[in-house]
T-cell receptor, first 115, second 112 residues
Framework: SAVISQKPSRDICQRGTSLTIQCQVDSQVTMMFWYRQQPGQSLTLIATANQGSEATYESGFVIDKFPISRPNLTFSTLTVSNMSPEDSSIYLC????????????FGSGTRLTVV | KQEVTQIPAALSVPEGENLVLNCSFTDSAIYNLQWFRQDPGKGLTSLLLIQSSQREQTSGRLNASLDKSSGRSTLYIAASQPGDSATYLCAVPRSNDYKLSFGAGTTVTVRA
């Protein structure tokens, strides 16, 4: 399965600022997925990033708050904009295994604290 | 809508005891089920993936069973070690688009 490098691993940010999280995959993949994990909660899918088209957002998430870029088949970024303390979470990217098994690999996560 | 539930939410056992973690899902028409491990503040590590046609999958001390008809999967960890302390998550692909639905996880503490 693919290997994902995600950075930064953690950050502490001031409210009102933005943070961009990067994910680099060691192979070409069609879709990349972005998740949020709020403290003590499970993972919630934010959006699906396809190369060459707009990201598809899940209910409750909007592009103005979480803009996503997907410039090529191995890289994607998620920006958390105009942050508030409620955005303090772990953010993770994920890709699907090759071969149609619908298994998934995850990045190492970005632990964001907004103060 | 697929609902995934994990019981118990937390578990504490002495070293050497076997662990039994449960995962249930409401829609039995699943494609597969995947178990993950998450260390505090970190990403997810895939442990096992069971295809819908399989009854169980094994990797070292880990064994996962799947009973689609009853909507259940169980992860067994034999002879637990302090290094097994982590949160364990199960996930199934959504039937409409195969993106994952997660349970809330079971947090395991293995006492030395």
């Amino acid at each position: 399965s693919a290997v994902i490098s995600q950075k930064p691993s953690r950050d502490i940010c001031q409210r009102g600022t933005s943070l961009t999280i990067q994910c680099q995959v060691d192979s070409q993949v069609t879709m990349m997925f972005w998740y949020r994990q709020q403290p003590g909660q499970s993972l919630t899918l934010i959006a699906t990033a396809n190369q060459g088209s707009e990201a598809t957002y899940e209910s409750g998430f909007v592009i103005d708050k979480f803009p996503i870029s997907r410039p090529n088949l191995t890289f994607s970024t998620l920006t958390v904009s105009n942050m508030s303390p409620e955005d303090s979470s772990i953010y993770l990217c994920s890709v699907e295994w090759q071969g149609g098994t619908y298994g998934y690999t995850f990045g190492s996560g970005t632990r964001l604290t907004v103060v | 809508k697929q609902e995934v539930t994990q019981i118990p939410a937390a578990l504490s056992v002495p070293e050497g005891e076997n662990l039994v973690l449960n995962c249930s899902f409401t829609d039995s028409a699943i494609y597969n089920l995947q178990w993950f491990r998450q260390d505090p503040g970190k990403g997810l590590t895939s442990l096992l993936l069971i295809q819908s046609s399989q009854r169980e999958q094994t990797s070292g001390r880990l064994n996962a069973s799947l009973d689609k008809s009853s909507g259940r999967s169980t992860l067994y960890i034999a002879a637990s070690q302090p290094g097994d302390s982590a949160t364990y998550l199960c996930a199934v692909p959504r039937s409409n688009d195969y993106k994952l639905s997660f349970g809330a996880g079971t947090t395991v503490t293995v006492r030395a």
